[in-house]
């Protein structure tokens, strides 16, 4: 523990303190420096940020698979489409003639009643597209209806129903009804038992099962198949049916153009466009068009030229000077992070020639892309729809141009590995861990010197303390000196 100035009075704590602040003077630049390096590192690395989007967009706008886009129309409610590449300009017309629906039975098991017989073990058997599936059909309707469920392969749901509530207080009749997924080739017959054991069923040499033919006068229901509807046990509720569409019905042809489809979807219908009915058209048939998307085409290259204005403005404003006052009044002018960066100024440099330099002859300007006195980039997409209806496929190719000056531009400073943005990253993360070093060797040698000078002022305050003892003793041997009467007045 040390106690200022016992000795000589002095406020050693203050004295070293205001020396170490003078002896620390290296190291406050060295921090100062690091922190001005760190900001700069930050702002190369959200201006790197932006530089990769650009080149992103631009790459896109380079490719002419990009410039492949459409959109398609559809001129009624019964039928909606989906545009993907590769689509052309068309129009078709086409009646919706039916949609596709999936099988729905009720069947009467009459477990209670012992009315149909399950087999030992008890099973149902199910044909579904020439194949046979077995299901475990012990318990009640519920517990029958969940090992259906669980069939995932089966391609049916079940539930039980209450048809009834019953009579004279008698319990509710139930049945269980399955539903299939849609299209004709889903059709399925449910069978009591093991359906090919009990010859419902055949299998031929190749695995394909079919139904064998069965008496008409056969109970079908007690026999265990089961398709119950109330006019004819053998006929499902909702028969499976695959949806339908005419082409060009308005052309009155003998023989028209039909598709089918086990789904409500039509792939493919043309280039690159998948229709889905959703009603029958009884009077006008639904039109689709087909047309190159504007938009799209158009935002490609605004997405472009808008990406090169986030990097320069962004260069721009971390480059900008800014003055303050000094505390005497006078003005302080201050530079950006940017300002004198040779790395950056060439990047901003070359982004603009990119976009603004002519291509075979050609002036972007002719495309909507400007550049004022100031070095701002603008995009007037009315002259852009302008090119693109005067000749759309040359605008395309001096765009592609363009965009692809720009992806270049971008990859060359943005690169991963060896883009000169990142390179310049690295090296400042570099200089920051140099400096951080270096602000710890000038920890410890600071630590060393305010150590030194505690023990050189702890060692002054206990030489005072020491004179200051025998100049008290010396003053007190004095005192006790005789005093020597010389006889004068």
């Known amino acids: 523990m040390a106690i200022d100035g016992l000795a000589s009075g002095l406020n050693t704590t203050e004295l070293i303190n205001g020396l170490m602040q003078i002896e620390a003077a290296p190291q406050v630049l060295l921090k100062r420096k690091s922190t001005e390096t760190t900001n700069l590192i930050s702002a190369l690395q959200a201006l790197n940020t932006k530089v990769a989007s650009l080149g992103t967009n631009a790459a896109k706008a380079a490719k002419a698979p990009s410039w492949d886009i459409h959109k398609?129309?559809?001129?009624?409610?019964?039928?909606?489409?989906?545009?993907?590449?590769?689509?052309?300009?068309?129009?078709?017309?086409?009646?919706?003639d039916r949609l596709s629906?999936?099988?729905?039975?009720?069947?009467?098991?009459?477990?209670?009643?012992?009315?149909?017989?399950?087999?030992?073990?008890?099973?149902?058997?199910?044909?579904?597209?020439?194949?046979?599936?077995?299901?475990?059909?012990?318990?009640?309707?519920?517990v029958i209806a969940a090992a259906i469920n669980k069939a995932k392969d089966l391609g049916l749901s079940a539930v039980k129903v209450r048809v009834s509530n019953g009579v004279a207080g008698g319990e509710p009749e139930y049945r269980l009804q399955l539903s299939g997924i849609s299209g004709e080739a889903n059709s399925f017959n449910l069978y009591a038992g093991d359906a090919e054991g009990r010859g419902y069923v055949t299998v031929d040499s190749n695995g394909v099962a079919t139904e064998t033919a069965i008496d008409p006068g056969i109970d079908r229901v007690a026999h265990g198949i089961g398709?119950?509807?109330?006019?004819?046990?053998?006929?499902?509720?909702?028969?499976?049916?695959?949806?339908?569409?005419?082409?060009?019905?308005?052309?009155?042809?003998?023989?028209?153009?039909?598709?089918?489809?086990?789904?409500?979807?039509?792939?493919?219908?043309?280039?690159?466009?998948?229709?889905?009915?959703?009603?029958?058209?009884?009077?006008?048939?639904?039109?689709?068009?087909?047309?190159?998307?504007?938009?799209?085409?158009?935002?490609?290259v605004s997405d472009v030229i808008g990406s090169v204005g986030v990097v320069l403005s962004d260069i721009a404003s971390r480059a900008a000077a800014t003055t303050t006052t000094a505390t005497d009044g006078r003005p302080v002018v201050s530079g950006g992070l940017f300002s004198g960066d040779s790395a950056v100024r060439f990047l901003a440099d070359n982004v603009r020639s990119a976009v603004t330099l002519p291509v075979d002859g050609r002036s972007p300007s002719a495309l909507g892309i400007n550049i004022d006195r100031s070095g701002a980039i603008s995009f007037d997409q009315a002259a852009f729809d302008a090119a693109m209806a005067e000749d759309a496929e040359g605008t395309q190719a001096m765009a592609m141009a363009i965009a692809l000056r720009v992806a270049d531009v971008a990859k060359t400073a943005s690169?991963?590995?060896?883009?000169?943005?990142?390179?310049?990253?690295?090296s400042q993360q570099s200089m920051v861990r140099n400096l951080g070093e270096q602000i710890a060797n000038w920890d410890r040698r600071l630590e060393q010197r305010r150590a030194g000078l505690e023990r050189t002022y702890a060692a002054l305050e206990v030489t005072l303390s020491g004179m200051q003892a025998q100049m008290s003793w010396l003053t007190s041997q004095l005192a006790t000196l005789p005093k020597i009467d010389t006889g004068k007045s």
Do not use: C
């Open 101 to 142: 629906a999936g099988q729905v039975s009720m069947v009467n098991l009459d477990l209670e009643a012992g009315g149909t017989d399950l087999g030992t073990p008890p099973t149902l058997s199910v044909l579904r597209n020439g194949k046979i599936y077995t299901i475990p059909a012990s318990g009640d309707l519920d």
């Open 415 to 426: 690169d991963p590995i060896d883009g000169t943005v990142t390179k310049k990253i690295e």
């Open 72 to 96: 398609v129309a559809s001129s009624s409610s019964a039928a909606t489409a989906t545009v993907a590449g590769g689509a052309a300009a068309g129009t078709l017309e086409f009646a919706v």
């Open 227 to 300: 398709s119950i509807a109330s006019d004819d046990p053998a006929k499902p509720l909702v028969v499976a049916t695959d949806a339908q569409i005419t082409l060009w019905p308005s052309a009155g042809a003998t023989n028209p153009l039909q598709l089918t489809s086990a789904t409500n979807t039509f792939a493919g219908v043309m280039a690159g466009v998948d229709v889905t009915v959703k009603a029958q058209t009884d009077a006008a048939p639904v039109v689709l068009t087909v047309l190159p998307d504007g938009d799209a085409i158009r935002k490609l």
